[in-house]
């Protein structure tokens, strides 16, 4: 049975910084996607970052040069290292996994940035940033 657990979350002033941290167990799959999304009340879950088994990265526009996805594969460990918060940041954060990605294209591998096609996900870990 596949977990994910976030750890990391917290409460911290516009220009602050915090690492997620995502441990998965039960997760056998040799190609994946791993991702973290955000949830805002009253908003849609959107994408924030993902990262793929070869370790390619990807991110929404919004979070570019600020954030960093890794992982730690002998820790089986997602990361997320976030720097430059903001308010608009504020949000609960998750991880997924997408045991059926990378996907192919024209251009190569991807990930994708939507909730749908991750399986599985963690319970969330609240980000609070003030202003």
């Known amino acids: 049975q596949v977990q994910l657990v976030e750890s990391g979350g917290g409460s911290v002033q516009s220009g602050g910084s915090l690492r997620l941290s995502c441990v998965a167990s039960g997760y056998t799959y040799s190609k994946y996607c791993m991702g973290w999304f955000r949830q805002a009340p009253g908003k849609e879950r959107e994408g924030v970052a993902s990262?793929?088994?070869?370790?390619?990265?990807s991110y929404v526009d919004s979070v570019k040069g600020r954030f960093t996805i890794s992982q730690d594969n002998a820790k089986n460990t997602l990361y997320l290292q976030m720097n430059s918060l903001k308010p608009e940041d504020t949000a609960m954060y998750y991880c997924?996994?997408?045991?059926?990605?990378?996907?192919?294209?024209?251009?190569?591998?991807?990930?994708?940035?939507?909730?749908?096609?991750?399986?599985?996900w963690g319970q969330g870990t609240q980000v609070t940033v003030s202003s």
């Open positions: 990262i793929d088994s070869d370790g390619s990265t």
């Open positions: 997924a996994a997408d045991p059926e990605g990378p996907y192919y294209s024209t251009g190569g591998y991807y990930c994708l940035h939507t909730p749908v096609g991750y399986d599985y």
